[in-house]
């Protein structure tokens, strides 16, 4: 239960005035010498039942009148939205929505999906409570943005379902931020989501920084959450894993390659239509492909939670060099996974800058660049020195090898726009360091042990050094590391060597990858060129991360930027209703120029899991914090002010201790004969 | 009227003078031993006619009817009705209860009225009057006589008579059974807040001694209307323990309770004969003892 004026609560205690007014009139007693104590005394042994309770009823109905009327002017809502401390008029109301794509799934029996049913129950709740400042913070710019009223939520875009996932921390911290800079008053916070860990990050250190952070603000700061937790079991995601256009004899073919994933709760029953399952929880349905504008379909039959299809040949009419395409399954609970776009084009050649000091250090480097795994893709290098940086044509270079001092000045400018665009860099350090600086990395001086080093631990996982793709790990150890140069800087340590010393970092970026090794592929240095798949393999990777940034056919996670390119990006396939500024949110197919590039959900997206009541209360220890749970297609109203039904029970109240009150009708006992 | 004469507070010599006209009679044959107004036990040789009896020898000669000898030649005495005084002996109930009234008048005063003025009837018309004030005991006793100068030893003990103490009226009634020996009208005033089934074991055994028994039970019209509009501490003035109630929330029970009571008393002095008034004590005395005489009147002889 929740008040608009829950101030005037103070005055509940007036409600114990009928016990107050009985227990005085109890004190003033009057003193009687009595004759026929035998009929008090026996008066007193009969059964009191019904007059005890008539006479507490009374007082009941008299406090209960009392309460009704201090709870009615307090104006309650019929809800434990806001918790008891709640309510109020808030000075200023931030709203987070969470428009990742699982908010777009839709409850059992109806079609309105969580985030329009939250934004509906949020608008409607808002508009109720009142505030004097509203300000709808975008889940994918986090960019705290003021709105004349909650009506205004239905309209924005800031507001609606989008493929892009959302980052709770980054809101909060906007929601902070605004908070601390335009010292608002009492604030409220109302977040509307569905719990998807991938969303919330729970794991994140940001969120305990971010409680601190609040717990310090002078004003009351309440959060809401208006959670949709609701899982949907029977939901099936539909992923693109790999596209690859091949020419063969009889044409042009596309091997595609995807995956079907079920929630892990998944049903024997299922409700998409089009499909069928038996009790083993076998299903069978119909995946069909969009290429060009030409559809096929291929019924698919799996069992367990996911279902894998490698390389599926699908002949390209025309001999298309590059297109587009759909992969969609029927609808089901969550709409936003049933599709999947992607882009196709020839693989562009990949180039490769080198600046090398020796050509001791150039040959190793130069064969591991210019080799490419795969032999329909061309790899190019070409070996300038650092002065002639100047003259290198940009365009299509993929990944740049620097084995020289670090540079300064406009070369280092060009480096930093080369990955800005999405480039790859690995710095390898010089015969003799200097003190220039580059991405807040700087050599210091070449360490020679006593005995070789080998690396000591290496990160496996992802990046240059990962497992390759049967699970086998980069030989990394077996290289020797005669010596190696110091590096300063911050930085992520990919492969360390004892005590600590890096020898392959990355250092953070806002798009393309630097590196920093710490040693050559010199003899006299390291084994890196004898031993040389290590190397090989970390700068294929480079490589290969750089082309697939710079090619012309581009797969993008939605909110992941746009390249930049002179010509605007227009639309070829998704939602209609999408605004330009918003494409990069939304799953779909866009093109500028020459270039196209494919827009979708995260894969985290497909494997997300709900986080429990614990993990979320833990999110807020600490802080005002209000929780609700909704369903999706919900239409009863969150809050709804509930006065009536108080000034009713006083009603009653009122007119059952009247009848409570009345007088019996006395019975004469006795005449006089 | 001499100067030495007393007033008595509780005697109206106008309400005497009115009442006087008025006989007290017994609803029993008395067993009196001067000639007086109540019908006697023996038969006399009054002008009413009671009976004819078989002559058996040794009847007085005298009382042969002989114009019944003349129609059925058998002898037969005629037998007429005795005329006797009678034995009254007030019974004036003194506990603590009987000092309560709600409106001035106690009801020990409305008793000391009551004894007073049918002592004083009872004298006029030369009956035999004793006086006794019970409590927890007999407190004083006078035995029945029929001198006038009898009534001032009456008066003054009724004067003196102050309510005190607890009630044993169930033994001291049965104790006075006991004690008046000859066949007398018994006139108990007290409030009667006894148990009725004890009470019909009294009156039973003055039934059983041939007395004529009158109750009159006195009651203040606050104790059959339980009015008050506040919380009250009542103390038992016969020292029991004090109660403290809402009138309002127990006033029904109350109303039960002394509704029950007053029921079974009311059955009880109906099964058991007993000449029985319920007094309200705001009301005139001389009414309730008009009502009281008259009632006597009508009822006629019980045997």
Excluded at chain 2, 45 to 60: H, I, L, N, T
Aim: net charge negative; glycine share 8%; charged share 25%.
């Amino acid at each position: 239960m929740s008040f608009l004026q829950p101030w005037l609560l103070v005055a509940l205690p007036v409600a114990a005035l009928p016990v107050i007014i009985h227990l005085i009139n109890q004190r003033r007693f009057h003193t009687i010498d009595w004759a026929a104590m035998r009929f008090l005394l026996e008066a007193n042994r009969m059964s009191r039942g019904y007059a005890r309770i008539r006479q507490w009823l009374i007082l009941l109905f008299r406090v209960l009148a009392i309460a009704g009327l201090i709870f009615m002017i307090s104006r309650p809502l019929a809800s434990g939205w806001l918790g008891l401390t709640g309510g109020g008029r808030a000075d200023t109301t931030i709203v987070l929505i969470d428009r990742s794509p699982s908010m777009q799934q839709v409850g059992q029996g109806t079609a309105s999906s969580k985030i329009e049913t939250g934004v509906a129950q949020l608008v409607q709740t808002l508009n109720t409570l009142g505030s004097t400042r509203w300000v709808l913070i975008d889940s994918h710019t986090a960019e705290p943005r003021e709105i004349d009223s909650p009506d205004s939520i239905l309209r924005s875009p800031s507001a609606e379902a989008a493929s892009a996932t959302s980052a709770l921390p980054a809101m909060l911290q906007a929601a902070h931020d605004y908070i601390k800079n335009n010292r608002t008053g009492e604030t409220e916070v109302w977040i509307c989501s569905d719990l998807r860990a991938n969303d919330w990050n729970a794991q994140s250190g940001r969120w305990k920084s971010l409680r601190d952070s609040f717990q310090e603000f002078k004003q009351s700061v309440r959060f809401h959450l208006l959670a949709y937790s609701s899982p949907a079991p029977e939901d099936i995601a539909v992923r693109v894993t790999g596209v690859e256009r091949r020419t063969t004899g009889d044409g042009a073919v596309l091997l595609i390659s995807l995956k079907l994933t079920r929630e892990a709760n998944w049903g024997v029953e299922d409700s998409a239509p089009g499909t069928q399952s038996n009790a083993r929880g076998k299903l069978r349905l119909p995946v069909r492909f969009e290429i060009e504008g030409a559809t096929s379909e291929l019924p698919v039959e799996f069992e367990g939670r996911e279902f894998e299809l490698k390389d599926h040949h699908i002949p390209l009419a025309g001999d298309h060099p590059k297109g587009w395409g759909r992969i969609s399954i029927p609808s089901d609970l969550n709409p936003a996974d049933n599709e999947y776009y992607f882009v196709f084009d020839d693989p562009p050649p990949r180039r490769t800058i080198l600046v090398a000091e020796g050509d001791e250090e150039v040959r190793p480097l130069e064969l591991a660049a210019g080799i490419a795994a795969d032999p329909t893709v061309k790899c190019e290098v070409e070996t300038v020195a650092a002065r002639q940086l100047a003259s290198v044509r940009w365009e299509g270079v993929a990944l740049l090898l620097w084995q020289a001092p670090l540079p300064s000045g406009d070369a280092a400018d060009m480096i930093k726009q080369f990955v800005d665009r999405g480039g790859r860099v690995v710095f390898f350090p010089p015969k003799l360091p200097n003190n220039d600086a580059i991405f807040d990395g700087r050599w210091t001086r070449w360490v020679e042990p006593p005995e070789p080093l080998r690396i000591e631990t290496w990160w496996g996982d992802a990046d240059l050094l990962a497992r390759t793709q049967s699970g086998a790990a980069v030989p990394v150890g077996e290289l020797i590391i005669r010596r190696y140069c110091g590096l300063e800087g911050e930085f992520t340590p990919l492969a360390t060597l004892p005590e600590k010393a890096p020898l392959l970092t990355r250092v953070t970026t806002d798009r393309g990858g630097v590196y920093f090794c710490a040693t050559t592929s010199s003899m006299d240095d390291a084994s890196l060129g004898t031993d040389g798949v290590a190397l090989y393999v970390m700068i294929q990777r480079a490589l290969a991360a750089g082309a697939a940034e710079l090619g012309n056919s581009l797969q993008l996670n939605a909110g992941d930027r746009f390249p930049t390119t002179a010509d605007a990006w227009t639309k070829l396939a998704g939602s209609e209703d999408v605004l330009s500024n918003e494409y990069s949110y939304h799953a779909g197919v866009y093109a500028a120029g020459e270039r196209t590039l494919a827009v979708n959900r995260a894969a985290q997206e497909d494997d997300a899991p709900i986080l429990n009541d614990a993990q979320v209360a833990g999110l807020f220890s600490g802080l005002d914090f209000a929780r609700v749970d909704d369903q999706a297609g919900n239409v009863t109203s969150l809050t709804r002010e509930v006065w009536r039904l108080f000034l009713g029970a006083m009603l009653v109240a009122i007119v059952a201790e009247a009848g409570l009150c009345i007088p019996r009708i006395a019975r004469k006992t006795g005449e006089t004969q | 009227m001499g100067p030495e004469r007393q007033t008595r507070s509780f005697l109206d010599p106008l309400a005497l003078g009115r009442l006087a006209r008025l006989p007290l009679f017994a609803r029993r044959p008395m067993q009196g031993n001067v000639s007086g107004k109540h019908s006697s036990l023996h038969r006399g040789s009054s002008v009413e006619f009671a009976e004819y009896r078989k002559y058996v020898p040794g009847d007085d000669l005298r009382r042969l009817d002989w114009r019944m000898h003349g129609r059925s030649d058998r002898y037969y005495v005629k037998e007429c009705e005795a005329d006797t005084n009678l034995r009254c002996c007030l019974v004036v109930d003194t506990s603590g209860s009987m000092a309560f009234g709600s409106n001035g008048t106690t009801k020990i005063d409305y008793a000391k009225r009551l004894a007073g003025t049918l002592g004083y009837l009872a004298i006029l018309q030369g009956d035999a009057v004793g006086l006794s004030c019970v409590a927890d005991d007999i407190v004083t006793e006078i035995p029945p006589r029929r001198n006038p100068a009898h009534l001032t030893v009456i008066f003054d003990l009724l004067e003196r008579a102050k309510p005190t103490g607890g009630t044993h009226l169930v033994r001291l009634l049965h104790e006075l059974a006991e004690k008046i020996r000859q066949r007398a009208l018994v006139i108990v005033i007290s409030d009667f807040f006894a148990d009725p089934q004890e009470l019909r074991g009294c009156f039973e055994h003055f039934r059983f001694r041939h007395h004529d028994l009158a109750a009159v039970q006195l009651l203040d019209p606050l104790e059959l209307e339980f009015k008050f509009h506040r919380p009250m501490r009542f103390i038992d003035m016969e020292g029991g323990p004090a109660v403290f109630a809402e009138p309002n929330e127990i006033a029904d029970r109350y109303h039960k309770a002394i509704g029950r009571y007053l029921q079974d008393l009311q059955k009880v002095v109906v099964d058991t004969a007993v000449d029985y008034h319920r007094v309200n004590i705001d009301t005139s005395y001389e009414q309730a003892l008009m009502h009281f005489l008259v009632g006597r009147t009508r009822a006629g002889s019980v045997r």
